[in-house]
């Protein structure tokens, strides 16, 4: 969708924590995406190289926990995993679903020098 | 060799969308303006549709839009023509609109206090459900002439809208689409969905839906009255 705009919303915030942390190579950076973030991975792994070049970011390594999804059913007044939106409960097979987990998008850590 | 060290971040990747998008809420908040944000994909009408309700609700509450687009001021030219106050805001290479041009737009338009601010984001189901503007809700439009599963095929659009207007209904007895069906899709997808079937162009629905901007309207602008008469 959007992971060029991602990328560089990350590259400024590396920089930012570059000048407040005062580092300024980045050997990793560690990102949690969840599986209802809209992001797919492969592209973001795409723009990340792109965008971070002349950054401290460049040629770091880029981690990506993926988080699964999981969501309140309110039936079965339980959490459970599911694959997408639209999936029913896997026990009860209902819709009433509250999404819980999954739309994370944030960077974790930066491994730095 | 010098030492690597860990920072723990913890930073949303869309924090700084989500921190605008806080500073344009507590805007239209202090001003009792009503702010929605239109998605849906090209050519479901939306321009059309929101033209018409401009023309129901201009006689009686204060109005603006901001439209979202790639290029072109075709349609802040339309939104013009029915006497609105318009602000073209084209998005270039990008594919939606963010908090921080919706602030600008907000700035030069000179948007009223306890008006509806109708944001028209650019035609695209995907990328601006994640961006927040600071609206009070998304409201998604699916056009009839689209398929049924449009709600399965981009989730993500329809869970962060509160309201689906299911447009072009007066084109159903020449279709094979399964209105039902769609509705359906809908709350599989977003079980809580307020769901409105309208014609722009016959006019069905419509009533109930600009009744339904009036009563939030009021509700903006009631939070307005409360905030001054607690100071």
């Not at chain 1, 699964?68 to 599911?82: F, L, R």
Request: proline residues 3%; contains cysteine.
């Amino acid at each position: 969708m959007h992971e060029m705009s991602l990328c560089e919303n990350i590259r400024s915030i590396i920089e930012d924590s570059a000048r407040t942390s005062g580092f300024t190579k980045v050997e990793r950076v560690a990102l949690e995406v969840g599986a209802f973030s809209g992001v797919e991975v492969e592209a973001l792994r795409f723009g990340f190289d792109v965008v971070m070049k002349g950054s401290p970011a460049e040629a770091a390594k880029l981690e990506i926990h993926e988080v699964p999804a999981s969501a309140w059913c309110m039936p079965c007044a339980a959490n459970v995993g599911i694959q997408q939106r639209y999936d029913p409960c896997p026990a009860c097979g209902s819709f009433q679903l509250q999404v819980t987990g999954g739309e994370e998008l944030k960077i974790k850590e930066l491994e730095v020098v | 060799m010098s030492q690597t060290r860990l920072i723990q971040l913890e930073a949303d990747i869309l924090g700084k969308n989500d921190r605008y998008a806080a500073v344009n809420r507590g805007v239209f908040a202090g001003k009792g303006v009503l702010a929605l944000n239109l998605v849906s994909s090209p050519g479901s009408g939306k321009t059309t549709l929101l033209c018409k309700t401009l023309e129901m609700l201009k006689d009686r509450l204060p109005l603006a839009v901001i439209e979202g687009d790639q290029q072109t001021t075709n349609d802040a030219d339309r939104i013009r023509e029915t006497g609105v106050k318009a602000i073209q805001v084209n998005t270039g290479k990008g594919c939606h609109l963010d908090a921080h041009m919706v602030g600008h737009a907000v700035e030069s338009l000179g948007v009223e206090d306890c008006s509806i601010l109708f944001i028209e984001n650019v035609g695209n189901l995907v990328c601006p459900a994640g961006f927040d503007l600071g609206e009070a809700h998304k409201v998604a439009i699916l056009s009839v002439t689209e398929g049924e599963d449009k709600p399965l095929k981009y989730p993500d659009m329809f869970a962060a809208s509160d309201i689906a207007l299911v447009n072009k209904v007066d084109l159903l007895p020449h279709l094979d689409f399964d209105i039902d069906l769609a509705e359906a899709n809908l709350r599989r997808v977003n079980p809580k969905i307020r769901i409105l079937r309208v014609s722009a162009r016959s006019g069905e629905g419509m009533e109930r839906w600009t009744a339904w901007l009036r009563g939030a309207a009021q509700m903006a602008r009631s939070s307005l009255t409360d905030a001054e008469a607690a100071e």
